[in-house]
């Protein structure tokens, strides 16, 4: 535990960053996977809708720090190449 004022401080604002980062990772994940899935189902246009809001979800978390932005771009890269094979 934190002992003087300052890293009591640094410690509350790590929980706080690490419950946001938390929501955000989880959402990406969420938009990535139902992107996944459309893939799979073979269907274009819900692929294509998927895909574009996996997109916005990890440009939105690189933005934001949750995820390294090369993290992101790797993932994007391969989800467009996961559609576009399907």
Do not use: F
């Amino acid at each position: 535990m934190a002992n003087n004022k300052s890293a009591i401080k640094r410690w509350h604002q790590s929980l706080k960053r690490r419950d946001r980062n938390r929501a955000t990772k989880s959402y990406t994940r969420t938009r990535v996977r139902a992107a996944r899935e459309a893939a799979a189902t073979g269907d274009s246009d819900a692929a294509a809708t998927a895909l574009s809001a996996a997109y916005s979800a990890l440009d939105r978390a690189a933005r934001k720090g949750a995820i390294h932005v090369g993290k992101a771009d790797r993932q994007k890269r391969r989800l467009a190449a996961l559609i576009s094979k399907s």
